[in-house]
T-cell receptor, first 114, second 112 residues
Framework: DAGVIQSPRHEVTEMGQEVTLRCKPI?????LFWYRQTMMRGLELLIY????????DSGMPEDRFSAKMPNASFSTLKIQPSEPRDSAVYFC????????????FGPGTRLTVT | QQQVKQSPQSLIVQKGGISIINCAYE??????FPWYQQFPGKGPALLIA?????SEKKEGRFTISFNKSAKQFSLHIMDSQPGDSATYFC???????????FGSGTRLQVQP
């Protein structure tokens, strides 16, 4: 059974460019999370969705960041314009509503903004 | 209130030894406490989790001890192996806010 799928795995872009990160959650999961990992700030939540609806976007740094979930099997995180301080590993995770609610993480997208 | 404090930052253990990582939290609404293991270049993977109505949970060589009154929980890795060398994160969440609040991570190195 496929886990959470993220693309691209690596992205190198120049400051000012638009970056789009993609995520396919585990089939049947109704929660989707975007996290960012940096050396300075560790793992931190950006935004999460329940049944495709954004629930908590308090971690989104600023208006340059936006996230969408047009359907249950796809989500995007967009940064426009990108800045060097956005360089990080971005993880997508998904989980079910019921039960022990473990979150399963994708392999991440390593973003480098030069 | 949302913070989870984790220690130590790094840990070196001899093969066969016990690795202990500690976490403390403030928000009493937290009701689910997972531990994640992360290898370089990979996403965090769920290792073991506990709810506050249980004081201890064991899965193989991994044990979580939970002290509700002290608002602390810890991960014990028995018979530590070189393959356990990774970064470990404690985390917490609650029903009203499903996002994980992570500790700062512990880099474990098990020497052969």
């Amino acid at each position: 059974d496929a886990g959470v799928i993220q693309s691209p795995r690596h992205e190198v872009t120049e400051m000012g460019q638009e970056v789009t990160l993609r995520c396919k959650p585990i089939s049947g999961h109704d929660y989707l999370f975007w996290y960012r990992q940096t050396m300075m700030r560790g793992l931190e939540l950006l935004i999460y969705f329940n049944n495709n609806v954004p629930i908590d976007d308090s971690g989104m740094p600023e208006d340059r960041f936006s996230a969408k979930m047009p359907n249950a099997s796809f989500s995007t995180l967009k940064i426009q314009p990108s800045e060097p301080r956005d360089s990080a590993v971005y993880f997508c995770a998904s989980s079910l509503t019921s039960g022990e609610r473990p979150q399963y993480f994708g392999p991440g997208t390593r973003l480098t903004v030069t | 209130q949302q913070q989870v404090k984790q220690s130590p930052q790094s840990l070196i253990v001899q093969k066969g030894g016990i690795s202990i990582i500690n976490c403390a939290y403030e928000n009493t609404a937290f009701d689910y406490f997972p531990w994640y293991q992360q290898f370089p270049g990979k996403g965090p993977a769920l290792l073991i989790a506990i709810r506050p109505d249980v004081s201890e949970k064991k899965e193989g060589r991994f044990t979580i001890s939970f002290n509700k009154s002290a608002k602390q929980f810890s991960l014990h890795i028995m018979d530590s192996q070189p393959g356990d060398s990774a970064t470990y994160f404690c985390a917490a969440t609650y029903t009203g806010r499903r996002a994980l609040t992570f500790g700062s991570g512990t880099r474990l190195q098990v020497q052969p």
